[in-house]
């Protein structure tokens, strides 16, 4: 038998054009995958003055002490540097409750607005299906109708359509059409571009657009375009009924039965499946570690490009639609007292979310902030996460010194 024999080098150079050529197709360039993972590292070697992060984490113990929630996870990164790690207190206030940990998994409320939704937008508008100025009422004919025919896609991604801020769709109808047909009849609470008013019910209709767009639904574009190329495998929408034990609780709802647990706390994207444009993604802080030090990088990570470097700059950039507004696309910008305190840039980007969630990101100083807690429970009463949240962030970002 004649015995074939191949040369290793040639067979390496083929290898090598076939990543070159994989890797072009999909808009990297090789000077590209050389940009920064995120992995633990000093403070020192971060940046980072130490006394200010023992300060923010002096702060969060009295927030256990003050009940301003049972705990939380705080993650921050400066130079993809991961120097800051902190679970603290317990998933309930119960004495036999389980700790928190790095990989517990919080309902991330409205921040689902930035991470899921507008990063569904994000992607839509990077292939050319997303055309900012499309009338919302081009994708969904129902939509036109009391003064809304020619509301735009922008409009709801800066939060200036002029639809209200919130209503109990669940209480307008019984199944999730009926919700959507009721949402589609409202009038407008003003007239467009006048005001910038934040809407849930205008991410909401977001979410039905980007869903027409792609062709599927939202969880499933999500996943198939962000969170498993980021191997965010802790972050998704309706999670796992096997990880009950690993997800923090929210609040005690008596019309849902007791304790919200394992099912998206805000009662529309409940009632909608768990999956909507306002709310319904669960993940934990490591998770949107990666997803923010992918965005510092201009939408690139691990040598995959999510989005490209000027959808990213253009999406959280400050739209100044409406004056006073502090509305990127999607995402929001510092104010003089937003939660993201005093200090970060003004090209910082960040979101919140009514469960007790926040994250900041600060592109000047190559800074991530992620706070995550669940204030909510017992009940959404409990507001006093408010009174420093503000505080944590200026601490976080006084402790760049350089």
Known sequence: MKIIRFSVKPLIFLLSLLVLFSTAAKGVSPSETDKPTIHLGSMKSAGIDPEKIEQIQEMLSKGLTDSAYPGGVFISVRNSIIFAKIPFGNLTYAKDALPMTIETIFDLASMSKVIGTTCAAMLLYDDGLLKFDQKVSELIPEFRQNGKEDITIRQLLTHSSGLPAWEKLWKKGNTPK???????????????????????????????????LAGKPLDVFLSEWLFDPLNMNRTGYNPSKILIDEIAPTEFDAERGGVVHGKVHDENAYWLGGVSGNAGLFSTAEDLAVFGQMMLNGGIYNGKRIFREETVRLFTSRQNIVDGSSRALGWDTPTGHSSAGQYFSKKSFGHTGFTGTSIWIDPEKNLIGILLTNRVHPTRNNEKLYDFRDKIYDLLRESVID
Do not use: Q
Request: aromatic fraction near 18%.
């Open 178 to 212: 009926e919700m959507f047909d009721y949402l589609y009849t409202m009038p407008l609470s003003y007239r467009s571009d006048s005001l910038s008013v934040y809407s849930c019910l205008g991410f909401i209709t977001l979410g039905k657009v980007c869903e027409i």
